[in-house]
């Protein structure tokens, strides 16, 4: 079972790691970009546990790293996992108790993780990333003619937002046509 377990898990992170560069949407001029990569952990996180939610999670990074490592990846890949870690728990903590997926329960998870995602994000952007980008790459907002507020209010903000909403609707379509074979997984690995 446990051999089991972690070719799940490595299956899940590989697909994960996919899901980081295709499909791929550049948003805000192409800053930012959004992707699906969330789906495969959510979907460990319902069959397997938190933990190894974490561990595909963990994965899919350093697989995304090794295949499109440069600088600008080093600064964003931490701080996309403290934001997918930020998603994701919120989910857990309003689904833990239940052994199946509950549509209204996971949307309410997701709203708090958008929230929780668009927060840490924020203050990941004013602490973290910001001054590295300018240190370490030369990246100044001054030269898209923004100041660190705009840049929060017009990029950081509007795209954690959608970002979260987006994630919580395509993840909960694919829970809910997946149900009947996610529940009989979880069975057999608890």
């Known amino acids: 079972m446990k051999l089991s377990r972690i070719l799940l898990i490595t299956i899940f992170a590989a697909i994960a790691a996919g899901l980081m560069i295709f499909p791929q949407i550049p948003m805000f001029g192409g800053f930012m970009k959004l992707d699906f990569s969330i789906i495969p ?13 974490f561990w595909v999670l963990l994965l899919r990074s350093v697989l995304e790293l090794i295949i499109n490592g440069d600088l600008s990846s080093l600064i964003g ?11 994701i728990f919120a989910i857990w903590c ?24 668009t ?31 705009e840049w929060i ?11 979260g909403i987006l994630w919580t609707s395509f993840s909960a379509l694919v829970l809910t046509m997946l149900q009947p074979i996610i529940y009989s997984q979880k069975i057999k690995y608890k």
């Open 41 to 53: 952990i959510i979907i460990i996180l319902y069959v397997l546990n938190l933990k190894d939610a």
């Open 77 to 87: 890949m931490p701080m996309n996992i403290v934001a997918v870690i930020s998603f």
């Open 94 to 117: 309003l689904q833990r108790e239940i052994t199946n997926f509950a549509l209204k329960k996971f949307i309410l998870g997701g709203i708090v993780g958008t929230f929780l995602l």
């Open 119 to 149: 927060i840490t994000m924020i203050i990941l952007n004013i602490v973290y990333a910001l001054p590295l980008y300018e240190k370490v790459i030369n990246f100044k907002l001054a030269n898209l003619g923004m100041d660190t507020k």
């Open 153 to 163: 209010l017009l990029m950081t903000l509007p795209f954690n937002l959608i970002q």
